[in-house]
């Protein structure tokens, strides 16, 4: 299956409980091998049966991510059905560059995931669907672009615009903070 790269900005707290869960997987890894060597067998032997249970047992971050990512893209506010989306949309969505809205004023971390090429179009087309009209009204207004010069209650129009947009990034802090493994529960 295809995988596509994501770039997206996390929450610190996040992106250190995954740097800690592969941590701890790495550790969790060892000891598995230190424990079939002293069931006597060779670290080849060993090494061969902790890669095939690192699947199931330990998987990797991308899978996480993307575990939390189809969680929260099963939830009604995102889960569609959407109209596909346009070529001239895919191509826009697959520019890098931040959308339009305050900053959140808390450390945030850049990740980089490939994740299945489908998952990936279902992200998109979520962010794009429920973000559509309020990009649309953002762009209509003049709202939007590089050294705009705002006044007080234009930009009091476009931060609560913005708050309404779904970018892939927020879905993604989203889904780590509900389902990833800093979630509570």
Same mark, same amino acid.
């Given at each position: #299956?295809?995988?596509?790269?994501?770039?997206? #900005?996390?929450?610190?707290?996040?992106?250190?409980?995954?740097?800690?869960?592969?941590?701890?997987? @790495?550790?969790?890894?060892?000891?598995?091998?230190?424990?079939?060597?002293?069931?006597?067998?060779?670290?080849?032997?060993?090494?061969?049966?902790?890669?095939? #249970?690192?699947?199931?047992?330990?998987?990797?971050?991308?899978?996480?991510?993307?575990?939390?990512?189809?969680?929260?893209?099963?939830?009604?506010?995102?889960?569609?059905?959407?109209?596909? =989306?346009?070529?001239?949309?895919?191509?826009?969505?697959?520019?890098?560059?931040?959308?339009?809205?305050?900053?959140?004023?808390?450390? =945030?971390?850049?990740?980089?995931?490939?994740?299945?090429?489908?998952?990936?179009?279902?992200?998109?087309?979520?962010?794009?669907?429920?973000?559509?009209?309020? /990009?649309?009204? /953002?762009?209509?207004?003049?709202?939007?672009?590089?050294?705009?010069?705002?006044?007080?209650?234009?930009?009091?129009? @476009?931060?609560? /615009?913005?708050?309404?947009?779904?970018?892939?990034?927020?879905?993604?802090?989203?889904?780590?903070?509900?389902?990833?493994?800093?979630?509570?529960?």
């Amino acid at each position: #299956m295809e995988k596509l790269p994501v770039t997206v #900005m996390i929450y610190a707290y996040q992106a250190g409980r995954l740097d800690l869960l592969k941590k701890q997987q @790495r550790l969790e890894e060892a000891a598995t091998i230190r424990e079939l060597e002293g069931q006597g067998k060779t670290r080849r032997e060993a090494r061969i049966i902790v890669a095939r #249970m690192r699947p199931e047992e330990w998987p990797s971050l991308e899978t996480v991510v993307a575990h939390a990512v189809e969680q929260r893209l099963d939830e009604p506010d995102l889960a569609g059905p959407w109209r596909p =989306l346009t070529l001239l949309e895919e191509e826009e969505l697959a520019l890098s560059g931040r959308w339009p809205g305050p900053s959140l004023g808390v450390s =945030l971390s850049q990740r980089n995931y490939k994740f299945p090429s489908d998952l990936v179009k279902r992200l998109r087309t979520a962010a794009w669907r429920v973000s559509e009209q309020p /990009l649309r009204e /953002l762009r209509e207004r003049g709202l939007v672009g590089a050294g705009l010069v705002l006044g007080e209650s234009e930009r009091a129009l @476009r931060d609560q /615009l913005a708050e309404q947009l779904y970018p892939v990034p927020r879905i993604v802090r989203e889904a780590l903070a509900r389902y990833g493994p800093a979630a509570s529960g």
